[in-house]
C-alpha cells in the first residue's frame, strides 16, 4: 500500500492552486493511494537489469541550428489570450509571489 | 549601539554563496527558432513553442549546449557524459509554459573551481572558488505590473507579459559554499564576478552586460560566531546587477545579520532584493516552506550526451585565461597596476589591444581609449567601443606622431567621429584640420604677431624667453589652434635671435 496522506494531497492541492474542501481531500488521498499501488507493481516486474527511463525511444543529441525562424506576429501570438494590453498579456495581480 | 562592518567581521565569519545567472549570445532562442534580438516590440518574438500553445515541441539549440560545454572547461569542470532537462514547475505567468525547462539533478557541468586573486593587507591573496555545477536552462519573459505605485508587484492591479525574453538561452552557476574569506568576503565575491564575467567575454558566448541584465547575480550569505565551526541560516539576494553592487551587497547583509544576532534575533532563511541606492537590502518572499518545484524529467526533449572527441575539441578552442592575459599585456606595455584595473573595469581591454595591433604606440593608445573617448562615451551614456573604431583611434594616434596632428585637433578629430562625421580623414578634410606646418604660413603669423606686441618682442630679443609665451598665444589664436605649437617657438626664437 503506497501511503500518500491527507497532507500530501493538501500540499499538492497548496502547490497548484487548488481549493479543496476536507471531503475532497480524504477521497483524493484514497484514489491516489490505489493509483500510486497500481503503478508500483512495475517495479516488482521490472528487474535490477532494467534501467530506469524517462523517454520511451533510447535517443540522444536531438540538436537544433542556432538559426532564426519566423515568429508569430504580436496579434497572432496575443489571440489567445483572454485579456490584452499594450501588446501583452494581460494577468490578473499575483498575490505573495515574486 | 550598530555594528558596523568590522565590528560584525571581528564577531561573524561570513559564508558566501553565489549564482550567477548568463544570458547566452545565440541568435535564437534555446528551444525554438524565435530570435534573442534585445528591443523588438513586445510579443513579435515568440512562436507556438515558447508560448507553450499545446502540441508545440521544444529543440534544443546545439550552439547553447556548445557555449555551456565551453563555459564548464574554462571553469575547469567535468563533462556531464549524461545530461538531462527537466521541468521546474511553479505558479508565475513569467513563463507561459507554467514550468521553465532546466536542469536538475543531471547539470551538463559538474565540479569545477575558478582561482581569483584579491589585494589584501598582506599583499595580494589568491581564493579558490569552488564551483558545483553550471546547468542549461531559459530565461523567463518580462513582467510589468501595472497599478502599484512603484512597478513593485505589492498594490499591483494588474500585470502585463512580454515574452520575447522567455526562452533565450540562460545558463546558472552556482558555486559551492565559499568559506573561509574572513572579511574579505565582498572582495572574493567581487573578485570572482569580474573573473567570471571575463572568462565568458572572452569565451564570445555571452555579451555579460550586467547593467542590462545578460548576466545577473544572486548573493547567499550567512554568518555564524568565528570559531563555531557551523554555518548559520543564509539569505539569498537578487537584483545584483553591478561589480560594485556584489560587492555592497555583501557587506549590506553581512551588517544587517551580524546586527539582528547581536539583538538575539533569528536569521529568516529568505529572498531579499538588492537596493541600488542604499546598498542595503529589502525583504521578498520567504522561504520558510522549502521551495517544492515538482522537478522531474522533461519528456519533449532527449538526453544530451556529448561526445569526448568534441569535448576535446572544444577544449583545444579555449582562448588564454584573461588573468593570465592581462598579467601579459601588462607587462607588454608596462601599465602600472592602478591604470590596468581601469581597463580591465572599463571593457576596454580589446579594443586598446586592437589599437596596439594596429601600430599605435601603446600609452598613447591607452590614455586615448580611458580618456578622451571614455568622457565622450560617459557624455552620451554609452559604451566607449560603440563610438569609434580601434582602427580609427590608430589612425589619429599616428596622424599626432607623424606631427599632422596636435593633441588638441585630434580631439576635434575624434569628436568628428564620434559625431557620425565619417573616418578621421573625412573629418579633418570637412572640418579643415590640418596642422599649419608651412614655415612661409607660420612666418607671416610669426611677424603679425610681433608687429602688434612690439615690446614683448623687444623683451625677447633681450633674453627674456618665457615673454615668447605671449607672441606664441598670439600666433596659436590666429592661426585656430592649428599650429604646431613647438614650431611656432621654434621658428619665433630663431627669428628673435634666440634660437640655437
Known amino acids: 500500500m503506497a501511503a500518500i496522506s491527507r497532507d500530501d494531497v493538501a500540499h499538492l492541492a497548496k502547490l497548484a492552486r487548488i481549493d479543496m474542501s476536507n471531503a475532497e481531500l480524504d477521497h483524493l488521498a484514497q484514489e491516489m493511494s490505489v493509483i500510486l499501488d497500481a503503478v508500483a507493481r512495475v517495479q516488482e516486474v521490472a528487474g535490477s537489469d532494467v534501467p530506469p527511463t524517462s523517454h520511451p525511444i533510447p535517443v540522444n543529441n536531438v540538436v537544433r541550428e542556432d538559426v532564426v525562424l519566423p515568429s508569430l506576429s504580436q496579434e497572432d501570438s496575443l489571440s489567445g489570450a483572454p485579456a490584452q494590453a499594450e501588446g501583452r498579456f494581460k494577468v490578473p495581480q499575483i498575490l505573495g509571489e515574486e | 549601539?550598530?555594528?558596523?562592518?568590522?565590528?560584525?567581521?571581528?564577531?561573524?565569519?561570513?559564508?558566501?554563496?553565489?549564482?550567477?545567472?548568463?544570458?547566452?549570445?545565440?541568435?535564437?532562442?534555446?528551444?525554438?527558432?524565435?530570435?534573442?534580438?534585445?528591443?523588438?516590440?513586445?510579443?513579435?518574438?515568440?512562436?507556438?513553442?515558447?508560448?507553450?500553445?499545446?502540441?508545440?515541441?521544444?529543440?534544443?539549440?546545439?550552439?547553447?549546449?556548445?557555449?555551456?560545454?565551453?563555459?564548464?572547461?574554462?571553469?575547469?569542470?567535468?563533462?556531464?557524459?549524461?545530461?538531462?532537462?527537466?521541468?521546474?514547475?511553479?505558479?508565475?505567468?513569467?513563463?507561459?509554459?507554467?514550468?521553465?525547462?532546466?536542469?536538475?539533478?543531471?547539470?551538463?557541468?559538474?565540479?569545477?573551481?575558478?582561482?581569483?586573486?584579491?589585494?589584501?593587507?598582506?599583499?595580494?591573496?589568491?581564493?579558490?572558488?569552488?564551483?558545483?555545477?553550471?546547468?542549461?536552462?531559459?530565461?523567463?519573459?518580462?513582467?510589468?505590473?501595472?497599478?502599484?505605485?512603484?512597478?513593485?508587484?505589492?498594490?499591483?492591479?494588474?500585470?502585463?507579459?512580454?515574452?520575447?525574453?522567455?526562452?533565450?538561452?540562460?545558463?546558472?552557476?552556482?558555486?559551492?559554499?565559499?568559506?573561509?574569506?574572513?572579511?574579505?568576503?565582498?572582495?572574493?565575491?567581487?573578485?570572482?564576478?569580474?573573473?567570471?564575467?571575463?572568462?565568458?567575454?572572452?569565451?564570445?558566448?555571452?555579451?555579460?552586460?550586467?547593467?542590462?541584465?545578460?548576466?545577473?547575480?544572486?548573493?547567499?550569505?550567512?554568518?555564524?560566531?568565528?570559531?563555531?565551526?557551523?554555518?548559520?541560516?543564509?539569505?539569498?539576494?537578487?537584483?545584483?546587477?553591478?561589480?560594485?553592487?556584489?560587492?555592497?551587497?555583501?557587506?549590506?547583509?553581512?551588517?544587517?545579520?551580524?546586527?539582528?544576532?547581536?539583538?538575539?534575533?533569528?536569521?529568516?532563511?529568505?529572498?531579499?532584493?538588492?537596493?541600488?541606492?542604499?546598498?542595503?537590502?529589502?525583504?521578498?518572499?520567504?522561504?520558510?516552506?522549502?521551495?517544492?518545484?515538482?522537478?522531474?524529467?522533461?519528456?519533449?526533449?532527449?538526453?544530451?550526451?556529448?561526445?569526448?572527441?568534441?569535448?576535446?575539441?572544444?577544449?583545444?578552442?579555449?582562448?588564454?585565461?584573461?588573468?593570465?592575459?592581462?598579467?601579459?599585456?601588462?607587462?607588454?606595455?608596462?601599465?602600472?597596476?592602478?591604470?590596468?584595473?581601469s581597463l580591465v573595469n572599463a571593457g576596454l581591454l580589446d579594443v586598446v589591444e586592437e589599437t596596439i595591433k594596429l601600430g599605435a604606440e601603446p600609452t598613447r593608445a591607452r590614455s586615448w581609449w580611458l580618456g578622451e573617448i571614455s568622457r565622450l562615451a560617459n557624455e552620451r551614456e554609452v559604451d566607449p567601443t560603440s563610438l569609434i573604431t580601434p582602427g580609427q583611434v590608430a589612425v589619429v594616434i599616428s596622424l599626432i606622431e607623424s606631427g599632422e596632428l596636435t593633441d588638441k585637433l585630434a580631439r576635434q578629430v575624434v569628436e568628428g567621429v564620434v559625431a557620425g562625421e565619417g573616418t578621421p580623414a573625412d573629418v579633418i578634410t570637412k572640418r579643415g584640420l590640418k596642422v599649419v606646418s608651412d614655415d612661409g604660413a607660420l612666418m607671416t603669423a610669426i611677424e603679425a604677431a610681433i608687429a602688434a606686441q612690439p615690446d614683448t618682442a623687444l623683451r625677447v630679443r633681450g633674453g627674456n624667453i618665457p615673454a615668447a609665451g605671449a607672441l606664441i598665444g598670439a600666433v596659436m589664436k590666429a592661426t585656430g589652434g592649428q599650429a604646431d605649437a613647438a614650431k611656432v617657438r621654434e621658428l619665433l626664437l630663431k627669428h628673435l635671435g634666440q634660437g640655437e
Open chain 2, 1 to 341: 549601539m550598530a555594528l558596523n562592518y568590522d565590528q560584525a567581521v571581528a564577531k561573524y565569519d561570513p559564508t558566501l554563496g553565489l549564482e550567477v545567472h548568463v544570458e547566452l549570445n545565440t541568435n535564437s532562442k534555446m528551444f525554438c527558432g524565435c530570435s534573442t534580438e534585445f528591443g523588438a516590440e513586445p510579443n513579435t518574438q515568440t512562436c507556438p513553442v515558447c508560448l507553450g500553445l499545446p502540441g508545440a515541441l521544444p529543440v534544443v539549440n546545439g550552439k547553447a549546449i556548445e557555449s555551456s560545454i565551453l563555459i564548464g572547461l574554462a571553469l575547469n569542470c567535468s563533462i556531464a557524459p549524461f545530461s538531462r532537462f527537466a521541468r521546474k514547475n511553479y505558479f508565475y505567468p513569467d513563463m507561459p509554459k507554467n514550468f521553465q525547462t532546466s536542469q536538475y539533478d543531471e547539470p551538463i557541468c559538474v565540479n569545477g573551481y575558478l582561482d581569483v586573486e584579491i589585494e589584501t593587507e598582506d599583499g595580494p591573496k589568491q581564493f579558490r572558488v569552488e564551483i558545483e555545477r553550471v546547468h542549461m536552462e531559459e530565461d523567463t519573459g518580462k513582467s510589468l505590473h501595472v497599478g502599484g505605485a512603484t512597478g513593485r508587484i505589492h498594490g499591483a492591479e494588474y500585470s502585463l507579459l512580454d515574452y520575447n525574453r522567455a526562452g533565450i538561452p540562460l545558463v546558472e552557476i552556482v558555486t559551492k559554499i565559499v568559506g573561509g574569506t574572513g572579511k574579505y568576503a565582498p572582495e572574493v565575491a567581487r573578485a570572482y564576478v569580474t573573473e567570471l564575467r571575463d572568462i565568458l567575454r572572452s569565451l564570445g558566448v555571452s555579451d555579460v552586460k550586467m547593467e542590462q541584465g545578460s548576466m545577473r547575480c544572486d548573493v547567499n550569505l550567512s554568518l555564524a560566531p568565528i570559531g563555531s565551526g557551523s554555518l548559520g541560516t543564509r539569505s539569498e539576494t537578487k537584483n545584483v546587477n553591478s561589480l560594485r553592487s556584489v560587492e555592497r551587497a555583501v557587506i549590506g547583509e553581512v551588517i544587517r545579520q551580524a546586527n539582528r544576532l547581536e539583538a538575539g534575533e533569528r536569521i529568516v532563511q529568505e529572498t531579499r532584493h538588492f537596493l541600488e541606492e542604499s546598498g542595503q537590502t529589502r525583504p521578498g518572499r520567504s522561504k520558510e516552506q522549502a521551495e517544492d518545484y515538482r522537478y522531474f524529467p522533461e519528456p519533449d526533449l532527449v538526453p544530451v550526451v556529448p561526445d569526448s572527441a568534441w569535448i576535446e575539441e572544444l577544449r583545444a578552442t579555449l582562448p588564454e585565461k584573461p588573468s593570465n592575459r592581462r598579467k601579459r599585456l601588462q607587462i607588454e606595455w608596462s601599465v602600472p597596476d592602478k591604470e590596468m584595473s
